[in-house]
């Protein structure tokens, strides 16, 4: 069962307690003592059709456009070879150190994100629950000093409102495949 109880606010959202127990696979890539961030939103689609809408993370970051794309709308159709992923690939933020087509993009903050936000890693997961519905969920690690707790404040904003607007693209049926 999805829980979103204040006290866990800004530490998760959308998450079951199961998902906060689970393995991801930015376990290890902190060296530093961190802290996990978790957002996870259920989504009327197949787990294709989601994990092709996360690849357009690639393009635009699909949050706040005003603040984090210049004022320019991302896109709200699928950009052709954005789901041609591989390791070292900016992924916003992050530059992609994993991923499995269909279940995970998982990366490491770039160079100058960590210098604004100190050492950070990523998963974004993508499971099916049955063959039209899914979860997306995020693990955030963030490293333990000052900026964590502004930071997971901010983060929850922007990510919440990244994995509706994602949620919200796969549900529309926008399932055309680019390759």
């Known amino acids: 069962m999805v829980h979103h109880r204040f006290h866990d606010l800004p530490w998760r959202w959308g998450v079951t307690d199961e998902e906060v127990a689970a393995p991801y696979p930015c376990d290890g890539l902190l060296t ?3 802290r996990p961030l978790f957002r996870g939103v259920d989504v009327d689609a197949p787990s294709q059709v989601v994990f092709r809408w996360l690849c357009q993370v690639r393009v635009a970051p699909y949050s706040y456009d005003w603040i984090d794309n210049r004022g320019r709308r991302s896109p709200t159709e699928l950009t052709p070879g954005a ?3 591989a390791i070292g690939q900016r992924f916003q933020v992050f530059e992609i150190t994993a991923f499995e087509h269909g279940a995970h993009i998982t990366g490491r903050g770039t160079p100058a994100a960590e210098r604004i936000f100190g050492p950070i890693a990523v998963t974004y997961r993508v499971a099916p629950c049955g063959t039209e519905r899914s979860r997306l969920v995020v693990r955030l690690d963030v490293a333990d000093r000052a900026l964590g707790y502004p930071l997971a404040w ?3 904003v922007m990510m919440r409102r990244q994995l509706l607007n994602l ?4 549900e529309r049926g926008r399932q ?3 390759h």
């Open 32 to 34: 530093v003592p961190s």
């Open 83 to 85: 789901d041609d992923l």
């Open 154 to 156: 901010g983060d929850l």
């Open 167 to 170: 949620k919200n693209l796969a």
């Open 176 to 178: 055309r495949t680019y």
